[in-house]
């Protein structure tokens, strides 16, 4: 699939799962005001859509490619068959379940208890931990994400997020261009984010 396209929609009815293969996708859902939100990235060997093929849900959100991705689609009866007769793979299936919602559960707890700018350094050293790639001036984060989609995911105004980034840049933190960043300080922008030093 080339970029812009929508793998999920919300709200829809299904109940296959897809395996990334490769390349980025966003996770988003819509707002009231008809903005979305974005909620998470997701990336190859990443599982999409594993809540709908286990409760026969509705979409909760919308997946849409950032970049040319491969992708395998499996069908519910053919997950079910495989996790009855390999069950280290459905406790790899629950341990990969729980490890987000222990992100998303953080996400919350960072509302309340950071201001926008330790908000915005934990999102990115996370990023950097999970979609970076070093090089001679520190670790580039390899997603192509807008102001406002960052915005959305720290939980913040899209000025604010501006102003956060302007701060961070000249504490010597993270260096910024069009839609990429490159974290030149990973420790100290840990540190700013009140992050395990030791959790990478």
């Known amino acids: 699939m080339p ?3 929508i793998l999920l929609h919300e709200g829809a009815d299904g109940s296959h799962l897809i395996l990334l293969a490769g390349g980025l996708t966003k996770v988003t859902v819509a707002l009231p005001d008809g903005r979305s939100a974005l909620l998470s990235l997701r990336v190859g060997g990443d599982l999409i859509g594993e809540m709908s093929a286990l409760n026969n849900k509705p979409r909760f959100a919308t997946v849409t490619t950032c ?3 491969r992708y395998w689609v499996i069908q519910r009866e053919q997950l079910y068959g495989f996790l009855r ?4 793979a459905a406790l790899e299936l629950a341990a990969m379940m729980s490890d987000r919602l222990r992100w998303s559960n953080r996400r919350r707890i960072d509302f309340t208890l950071f201001g926008v700018q330790v908000r915005v350094a934990r999102v990115i050293a996370d990023l950097a931990r999970t979609h970076g790639r070093r090089n001679r001036d520190g670790v580039v984060i390899d997603v ?3 102001q406002p989609e960052l915005a959305s995911i720290c ?3 899209e000025t604010t997020i ?3 980034l302007r701060e961070l840049r000249t504490d010597g933190l993270v260096d910024t261009d069009y839609r990429r960043i490159t974290v030149r ?3 100290g922008l840990r540190h700013l984010g009140h992050l395990d030093p030791d959790e990478e």
């Open 3 to 5: 970029t812009g396209q």
């Open 67 to 69: 970049g040319t991705t």
């Open 85 to 88: 007769t390999r069950p280290q």
């Open 144 to 146: 192509r994400l807008t």
């Open 155 to 157: 939980g913040a105004a």
């Open 162 to 164: 501006h102003k956060a």
């Open 185 to 187: 300080d990973l420790a």
